[in-house]
């Protein structure tokens, strides 16, 4: 059966990346890890690692975007929570029997290898949840 591993991030929105970065990274003394940009979600992100988890810092690049959509409607601060699972297609299909509204029926692929689904805030109490499956050893 499908199960959730960890916590693997906390995500934030800005509407500018060198001013989040200012308290997340200067202020608080966390490193970042990694900026880069992800394409199909129109979206640069910073990850700052913290423990076994990280702090995403997430600012849209194009306006067309949820990301963008969301920023505009609530402003800057708590976007999502991204669970690592171990078999990401066994938990969508749980969740599709559960009725769970996702966004991602089917698992998306990040520029890391990641792959991610999205499930949509009416059916997680108003949280937006990212579910990720780390690539497997060998692949």
């Known amino acids: ?14 509407d500018d990346l060198e001013g989040a970065l200012a308290f997340w990274r200067d202020a ?5 890890g990694g900026i880069h940009d992800v394409e199909q979600e129109g979206v640069r992100v910073a990850f700052l690692p913290v423990g076994d988890s990280s702090v995403e810092v997430v600012l849209p690049v194009r306006e067309d975007t949820g990301v963008a959509r969301y920023l505009e409607k609530r ?10 699972v171990d078999d990401l297609e066994g ?5 599709k029997t559960h009725g769970v509204q ?13 792959r991610y689904a999205f499930v949509h805030p009416k059916s ?7 579910l990720y499956e780390a690539p497997r050893t060998g692949e």
């Open 1 to 14: 059966m499908a199960r959730v591993v960890r916590v693997a991030h906390l995500a934030v929105v800005t």
């Open 28 to 32: 608080l003394g966390l490193e970042v």
């Open 75 to 84: 402003g800057p601060g708590m976007h999502h929570v991204c669970l690592e």
């Open 91 to 95: 938990l969508l299909a749980r969740l």
């Open 102 to 114: 996702l966004i991602h029926e089917e698992p998306q692929v990040s520029p890391t290898g990641r």
């Open 124 to 130: 997680a109490g108003g949280v937006l949840v990212e």
